[in-house]
């Protein structure tokens, strides 16, 4: 039995192990990665090794894995990464899982600057990356220095700017919690739609020379060939769409492209290695194959994946709005509960100073009772001397009867003693009044009492645990010795139309103004801040772009205007 071969395949989130046999072909590996993470839209992506030049590969699908110019480990490493790249994500991405996976890829470009990406885009980008991660900004859960240990900008851009960790998260944070509200996969989509307006989004760049043997660039993408400058990567000086492209082919290290306009002579370019060409060519055909789908209508497979996408959205809009209602009950409950609490605690305090104000009402009858009962002891002894008193004259009067012998003295001290009579009988009337008065003080207090007694009961009278229940009860993707290749790209489609629905094209920041006016606020907060002496060279070009009012889509209907033929003909002259 032949022995396996140990594979190792790594996605932008995962590391994968098989055992293939050495008969396995490509497309054998290339279908059991796909199947194990549940990939459907799988022309975006390939397999990538680096060859026993140290070159990174595509895998070749119709060969077996064996015997490829794979570097010799065991187990075998490749790269599961995206070899073409959408046109517009927002209406080419349809699966969750695509759409995870290109977030990422291209997230790992910018930051580790494959992408040139500006600074206030940088920070935009980086808020929606939050959003991914963390979903809705929320204080209590997402406090200062939340995001301390993420990796949010490029290096260079930290760099640049004489700022600490602390103001970039203010500024990160800004604009995060402006997305409060939109769903994870969302915000994965709004970083792309932004990150595909990139200069160097989706371009694989290749050194090619002209007739002259001008070092230049050609970049190949989803809309066709750019050819730059050698020190500029970021604006192309020439481009030619794929609808203008009939035929392309390679003999050794010459390419040729036939346009479709047979007056325009052909494209012709050289590179320095003949693998160079192959790789060239299978990205053009692969290219312009998505290129020419996406204008036709979509296949079979394509609307069901769609169709299916839709429903599960809906159904993640559907049960996002069940939890926010949830959440928002639970919400209200607990704050109905809270003014319970504080009514019911409310409601306990007014009973203890009730209590209070009855125990001092107690207390004052009590001191009243024991004044009235003073009073009426001193008016009972107020009445004996009164009584006392008139004995003593009735005495004195039968003395004056009996005794004449001082008739006058006997009248003064009659006299006298009726006096004392008539000054003791005022002050038992006045020791009366003031008892009456004290009876009738007792008798308000004891009035009092009652009501305060009443008012304590009142208060009372609706039990805790009955308030608190109500609360409960209301919420619950290489022959060397093959030095020829050519393609046919046939359309047939309305070129013209092609044309115009590519030149019609506008930056998401272009189509959204108060986006626009946001990345301008912040593109001179930042310039205070910046270094100029640290400047990058893709810095300046983007400034001088700036300046000259050119964007990504700008750029490219201007090096596409003229016919074809002109276009060679100053690709020649470079």
């Known amino acids: 039995m032949p022995k396996q071969i140990n594979v190792r395949v790594t996605t932008m989130d995962a590391e994968l192990e098989f055992a293939i046999q050495p008969a396995t072909t490509g497309k054998q590996l290339f279908d059991q990665v796909v199947k194990t993470i549940g990939l459907r ?101 997402h406090p200062s220095g939340f995001l301390s240990n993420d990796r949010l900008l490029p290096q260079r851009v930290m760099d640049q700017h ?105 494209f012709i370019f050289y590179v320095p290695r003949l ?5 060239i060519l299978a990205l053009c055909m692969g290219n312009h194959e998505l290129y ?13 994946m769609k169709a299916q996408a839709r429903e599960e959205k809906s159904q993640k809009v559907q049960e996002r709005q069940r939890l926010q209602l949830e959440k928002q009950a639970r919400e209200d409950a607990e704050r109905q509960q809270k003014d319970l609490l504080e009514r019911l605690k409310k409601f306990e305090e007014e009973a203890l100073h009730a209590q209070d104000e009855l125990k001092r009402s107690e207390e004052n009858a009590k001191v009243i009772e024991e004044k009235a009962r003073l ?50 009988e005022e002050e038992a009337r006045r020791k009366a009044e003031e008892a009456a008065s004290l009876q009738q003080q007792l008798e308000e207090a004891k009035r009092q009492q009652e009501e305060n007694r009443i008012a304590l009961l009142q208060v009372t009278s609706t039990p805790a645990a009955a308030m608190v229940n109500k609360a409960h009860e209301d919420h619950d993707e290489d022959n060397e010795e093959t030095t020829v290749g050519t393609s046919e790209l046939s359309a047939d489609v309305d070129i013209a139309a092609l044309q115009k629905a590519d030149d019609d094209r506008l930056s ?44 990504k889509y700008k750029t490219l209907r201007q090096i596409r205007s003229g016919n074809t033929k002109s276009r060679i003909e100053e690709f020649e002259n470079m």
């Open 292 to 304: 020419m789908r996406r204008r036709k209508p979509d296949t079979i497979e394509v609307q069901q």
């Open 275 to 279: 693998r160079i060409n192959k790789r």
């Open 41 to 141: 839209e799988i022309w975006f992506f390939g397999l990538q090794y680096v060859d026993s030049k140290g070159l990174h590969t595509w895998l070749k699908l119709n060969k077996k894995v064996a015997v490829q110019d794979i570097k010799k480990e065991s187990p075998m490493q490749f790269r599961f990464r995206a070899k073409f790249f959408p046109e517009d994500v927002g209406e080419e991405l349809i699966q969750e899982v695509t759409q995870r996976l290109f977030f990422m890829q291209v997230k790992e470009g910018i930051l580790s600057d494959d992408v040139y990406c500006p600074p206030e885009t940088a920070v935009l980008l980086a808020s929606y990356a939050v959003h991914v991660k963390y979903g809705d900004h929320d204080k209590s859960k």
């Open 508 to 551: 998401l920041a272009e189509k959204n103004k108060r986006m626009q006016q946001q990345l301008r606020e912040l593109g001179s907060q930042l310039a205070s801040a910046k270094d100029s002496t640290k400047l990058t060279k893709e810095d300046k070009l983007h400034q001088e772009n700036q300046k000259a009012g050119r964007d």
């Open 375 to 424: 009073a009426e002891e001193e008016s009972r002894l107020l009445g004996q001397k009164k009584a006392e008193a008139e004995e003593e004259r009735r005495q004195v009067e039968e003395q004056m009867k009996e005794e004449q012998r001082s008739k006058e003295q006997m009248a003064e001290e009659a006299q006298r003693r009726a006096e004392m009579a008539r000054l003791a």
């Open 162 to 266: 004489k700022m600490t960790r602390e103001q970039w998260e203010e500024r990160i944070v800004n604009w995060y919690a402006e997305h409060r509200g939109m769903m994870r996969d969302e915000a994965m989509l709004e970083y792309l739609k932004i990150g595909q307006d990139l200069e160097m989004y989706g371009v694989n760049y290749f050194d090619i020379k002209n007739k002259r043997g001008t070092d230049l660039w050609l970049g190949v993408d989803a809309l066709g060939l750019n050819v730059y400058e050698q020190d500029d990567k970021l604006t192309p000086k020439i481009g030619f769409p794929w609808s203008e492209i009939r035929n392309i082919s390679f003999n050794d290290r010459k390419f040729v492209i036939k346009p479709i306009d047979k007056k325009a002579p052909d």
